[in-house]
């Protein structure tokens, strides 16, 4: 690392191939606890492939149906809502989880940290994700207006579970940014019209928005990682950064972090030269999805050496979650990311 400019931290981004919460936070702590200022639980259980076990609940929901699709390469069916339905205020979900989740996950943080194994001033981080990515997914565009205003309507809910039960100071919040770039990108169906970019920041502003002022609020950029591919390849960062300077700018509170991916392949500036033009605010936390399995750490330093080109000051991180790895790899990538942060 001699001559570069060396990286702030490491970010977490959320999923783990763990058995348990403990297990997440004990093996966080032992391979990365100094360079993390944040832990999340591994989003273990049914919650291991990020929204997909939301897909079940939603179709709990009476004013929700499953769509008839004659195609077998269909796995999940999209949603609509049922024909005698002409407000959002109508639709129920039931428990989403999420606040269920945190509260149990978080009883486990505490005990950890009474135990002296989580330090005492590392924040427990929840992830969400943004009502529109789960409607773009999982809902029929001629649908999604209504479902999206429910569904966020019931994610509040269970932010407020999560607030009840959670100190403010132990908490962060991190809003998941997906589908929007599945929009943004062309490859989905745009049922927002015009003015996409703009829709998109403003939703998301005033999630962070809805997050009070001392529980942390970040953000979390991605392309998806299914079988470790994205949706689509991004070109380069222009729309992660379009997006991150539009919630920066609208956003009435703090952001503390923005991670955006970075391509295991991508060591060229092209991809890096948009952050040239990022404009958010001096304290947030920027994070860097260049640690992958692909070329170990010279791969990865070849990353860090490319960025620091473009952005002086940032952190390191995966792409995205680790929980669609095989488990025998990931203490050797958390490793890699303290490894590559320790060196002289």
Known sequence: MKGEVKPIGVHLVGSAPFDNAEQMFRMSMEHLGDHLKRLPD????????????????????????????????????????????????????????????????????????????????????????????????????????????????????????ILEKVPAEKLSIQWE????????????????????????????????????????????LCYGDSGHKHFIEPTDTRHLVDVANGVAKISTRPIAWIHLPVPRERDDAAYYSPLADLAIAEDTELYLGLVHDTGGKEATRRRIKTATSIVTKFGIATECGFGRRDRTRILGLMDQHAEVLDAK
């Not at 940014?177 to 005033?206: C, P, Q, Y």
């Open 177 to 220: 940014v997906v589908s929007e770039f599945g929009l943004l990108e062309g490859l989905m169906e745009n049922h927002l019209g015009d003015d996409l970019l703009e829709k998109i920041t403003t939703r998301l502003a005033g999630l962070v928005d809805l997050v009070p002022q001392d529980v942390e609020a970040g953000i979390h």
């Open 42 to 161: 591994g989003e273990v259980g049914e919650r291991d492939t990020w929204i997909r076990w939301q897909h079940k609940r939603i179709g709990q929901s009476p004013q929700i149906q499953a769509q008839e699709v004659d195609n077998i390469y269909v796995p999940l069916p999209p949603y609509e809502i049922v024909e005698s339905v002409s407000s959002a205020d109508e639709i129920e979900f039931p428990n989403l989880g999420y606040g269920d989740a945190a509260i149990a996950s978080f009883e486990v943080f505490q005990k950890l940290t009474d135990e002296g194994v989580i330090a005492e001033d590392m924040r427990y981080m929840v992830g969400l994700p943004t009502p529109l990515s789960v409607a773009i997914f999982y809902v029929e565009p001629g649908s999604r207006d209504l479902f999206e205003q429910a569904y966020g309507r019931a994610l509040n809910q269970e932010f407020e579970k």
